[in-house]
Nanobody, 127 residues
Framework: QVQLVESGGGLVQAGGSLRLSCAGSGRTFSNYAMGWFRQAPGKEREFVAG????????YYADSVKGRFTISRNNAKNTVYLQMNSLKPEDTAVYYC????????????????????WGQGTQVTVSS
């Protein structure tokens, strides 16, 4: 059974920073790309950032490019999302997700490409 557990969410003022972590277990973590998604109230879940299985490739949504950084430590089975210069519009529940295909060569930006999800962590940015 694959488990993903997020942590690091919270309340922060606009312009502040947070670092989210996602710890994985249950399969060979390093064989799969990982993604971060978010869902604001009344909106669909959207792609935020993705990282390849090796960590050598990353991809970001335009809305977070230059402010967020995704990284991973395969020795610790953990993926991170460093969020800087936070804006009120970044307020959402953030989810990490594991790719459904091992050693995929592209980073998938749709929810259908991921088959394991964490429980989510709330990020609230006040103005």
């Amino acid at each position: 059974q694959v488990q993903l557990v997020e942590s690091g969410g919270g309340l922060v003022q606009a312009g502040g920073s947070l670092r989210l972590s996602c710890a994985g277990s249950g399969r060979t973590f390093s064989n799969y790309a990982m993604g971060w998604f978010r869902q604001a109230p009344g909106k669909e879940r959207e792609f935020v950032a993705g990282i390849s299985w090796s960590g050598g490739r990353t991809y970001y949504a335009d809305s977070v490019k230059g402010r967020f950084t995704i990284s991973r430590n395969n020795a610790k089975n953990t993926v991170y999302l460093q969020m800087n210069s936070l804006k009120p519009e970044d307020t959402a529940v953030y989810y990490c997700a594991a790719d459904s295909v091992s050693f995929r060569t592209v980073i998938v930006t749709t929810t259908t490409g991921y088959n394991y999800w964490g429980q989510g962590t709330q990020v609230t940015v006040s103005s």
